[in-house]
């Protein structure tokens, strides 16, 4: 089956200046994706923009009419680490209308998988506001939108962003028909995320959130997919799977104190696309989320790409993270999480 991606030019023009999350992460990918050959492989799905009534299926009109009014008057801050410029409103729209449309292709068989590689991110960004480089929630949207066009009953959504996403969570909450499980660093921003957090009402223990300590790398998270993600997923049957995929609990990112490397995020796509195959015809959505070093950012989602198309080969051009400290023993809290969610 065909591998999608979207992307457009247009994903540059939210301007954030000398912010960490900037249009080179971007460029970084695309220019990557040509020179390794890759791109040529892979189908473009172009994106659209989501209307306000589809923005709206997750947040507030009144959050939506605020970044429109903010990108008038040329943008600014919409929270302490969040900014915007004056085409920004136009763009955010474009990215969760980008995961949309790779959601559709994958859905209507004309590509088997696909990666949204937009920007601004999504997985911070609440019903109510902005924050934490978020301005929609993509792959809220995205989950919400297709569950009402095709009348899905149950997605799951798997975010090994390193930070909690907050704003999915939220959207959720009360929703049994979204599986959301989390794996991220604790305790790190947004402060959420915590194991006790599992849904409320009808959706009790369709959140699963993994809080991992600092220092974790490729064995910690391989341990996490195997022995919690898979058998999540499993009991739940999705008819779809969509993944937050952030790059940025990578050794080499200086956003957050994670060890993984390139091939251990190589091993943990696979086993999403075997859960994919294995529980939903390979129905299979990435939505890209952080990731702030440039030459492990780009490898990873090549990495990424690789396994989608049944490649095997990973380029890994920095290899396994250089720092010798020992990895914390996560075996109690993965036995924890097993026993909250009832998972064997
Ligand atoms: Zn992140």
């Not at 959050?63 to 004056?86: F, I, N, P, R, Y």
């Not at 997605?155 to 996403?165: M, P, R, S, W, Y």
């Not at 490729?218 to 997923?233: G, K, L, M, N, T």
């Amino acid at each position: 089956m065909k591998v999608g991606y979207v992307y457009h030019p247009i994903y540059l023009k939210h301007d954030t200046g000398q912010h960490v999350e900037n249009a080179s992460r971007l460029e970084a990918v695309v220019s990557h994706l040509e020179q390794s050959g890759l791109k040529q492989q892979l189908e473009l799905i172009k994106p659209r923009a989501a209307s306000v009534e589809e923005l709206a299926l997750v947040h507030d009109r009144q959050h939506v009419t605020h970044v429109q009014d903010m990108a008038e008057k040329g943008g600014g801050w919409l929270d302490s680490d969040t900014v915007m410029s004056a085409s920004s409103y136009e763009v955010a729209t474009y990215a969760a209308g980008g995961v949309i449309s790779a959601t559709e292709s994958v859905i209507d068989g004309e590509v088997g998988s696909a990666f949204a590689l937009v920007r601004p991110p999504g997985h911070h960004a609440t019903p109510q506001r902005a924050m934490g480089f978020c301005l929609f929630n993509n792959i809220a949207i995205a989950a919400k939108y297709v569950l009402a066009k095709y009348e899905l009953e149950r997605t799951l959504i798997i975010d090994f962003d390193v930070h909690h996403g907050n704003g999915t969570q939220d959207t959720f909450y009360d929703n049994p028909q979204v599986l959301y499980i989390s794996s991220h660093q604790s305790p790190y921003y947004p402060g959420t995320g915590s194991v006790g957090e599992i849904g409320s009402g009808v959706a009790k223990g369709t959140t699963v959130n993994i809080p991992l300590p600092a220092g974790c790398g490729d064995a910690e998270y391989r341990a996490v997919f195997q022995q919690i993600i898979v058998p999540a997923a499993r009991r739940f049957k999705p008819q779809l799977i969509l993944v937050s995929a952030g790059y940025d609990a990578h050794w080499a990112d200086g956003l957050a104190y994670m060890q993984v490397s390139v091939s251990g995020f190589s091993q943990m796509v696979k086993i999403i696309k075997g859960l994919a195959d294995e529980l939903c015809g390979g129905r299979l959505v990435f939505s890209l989320e952080g990731g702030y070093n440039l030459t492990t950012l780009a490898a990873s989602i090549e990495a990424t790409f690789k396994v989608l198309l049944d490649n095997t080969e990973v380029e890994d051009p920095l290899g396994q993270s250089p720092h010798s400290f020992e990895a914390p023993n996560i075996a109690p809290l993965i036995k924890a999480i097993k026993e909250i969610h009832s998972v064997n």
